[in-house]
């Protein structure tokens, strides 16, 4: 048998790669068939004795709960299942929805609030992190000192600033979500951000210098669009932080002010207990927008995401 040369894979290699890529791929990617196959799924098979694959009857009531509401959503083709249907008529009305029963203002709500607080967090991260590269802002230390706001539990901080909220009136309102969202995820933004332009030789901004510009539009011109696959990638990443947060938005609002994963939270019947049906619905269509965000910057996103930048 011919060894293979220092640094070849041999052929039994490469399978168990391909099946362990495979293996975890699949892994990885079982939770969201799950969701989109639950939510087509009619009541009775929501929670079955033995578990449901595929849905044997699909139903697209879980989908016009969300649209339209559970009371709006009863009877009719979309709920062509008996179980479905006597759920709809009886229970529409006993879901424990508050304020808005229907997904567009929720979705709204989060869209533009993630939307403003991942703007705010890139744009304060993108100017720290290029005063501790480029001059050492702070020492040795203050970089740490920064990430060090991400070590304590959220609801250690949570609570204190739900009493100065309250004070200055910022509770259930757009401002104060958008304000503890950037807060909380501008550490990550610095270190991400920071991380690229180390890897951004100095010298081009120099020469821009010589050749005319300012410090300040080199930095513009010059470093930030060297460093963009960097800055994309951790775009999505604090837009999904602020897309997917449930504690901050349940402590700090309640009726004016509410995301998705709050109005997923509140799907829940008084005897069918959670929704799973209507929550996977919800959950599937709060995908989209991540998905879509991806797909605008996917071409900047490898490059970021492999720490593809240039090297000194």
Not at 293 to 307: A, N, S, Y
């Amino acid at each position: 048998m011919r060894k293979a040369p220092y640094g070849e894979d041999t052929r039994l290699a490469k399978t168990l790669r391909y099946l362990a890529i495979v293996f975890i791929t699949l892994v990885t990617m079982f939770p969201f068939f799950w969701m989109i196959s639950t939510s087509f799924k009619p009541v009775k098979e929501w929670t079955p004795p033995k578990p449901v694959w595929v849905a044997h009857n699909p139903t697209m009531y879980n989908y016009l709960t969300v649209f339209l509401g559970p009371g709006r959503a009863k009877g009719g083709w979309w709920a062509s299942d008996e179980g479905v249907r006597d759920v709809a008529e009886k229970e529409g009305a006993k879901v424990s929805l508050t304020g808005e029963s229907s997904i567009f203002v929720p979705f709204m709500t989060s869209l533009f609030v993630c939307s403003c607080a991942t703007f705010l967090s890139i744009s304060i991260g993108t100017l720290a992190a290029y005063s501790i590269s480029r001059y050492k802002f702070g020492g040795n230390f203050f970089s740490f000192f920064i990430l060090s706001a991400r070590m304590f539990p959220p609801i250690a901080v949570v609570i204190p600033l739900v009493v100065m909220f309250s004070a200055f009136r910022l509770l259930d309102s757009y401002l104060g979500v958008i304000i503890v969202y950037t807060g909380f995820t501008i550490p990550f933004s610095v270190w991400m951000i920071k991380s690229f332009l180390d890897d951004v030789p100095h010298e081009l901004e120099e020469a821009a210098v010589i050749d005319g510009m300012t410090n300040f539009q080199a930095i513009l011109k010059v470093t930030i669009p060297l460093a963009k696959g960097g800055i994309a990638a951790t775009s999505l990443f604090i837009f999904i932080l602020n897309w997917s947060e449930f504690l901050i938005a349940f402590l700090l609002t309640s009726t004016r002010v509410m995301t998705v994963p709050i109005l997923i939270s509140r799907y829940f019947s008084t005897t069918l207990g959670h929704m799973y049906g209507p929550q996977a619905a919800l959950g599937t269509i709060a995908t989209i927008p991540v998905i879509i965000f991806g797909f605008i910057i996917q071409k900047h996103l490898v490059r970021g995401l492999t720490f593809g930048a240039i090297k000194k």
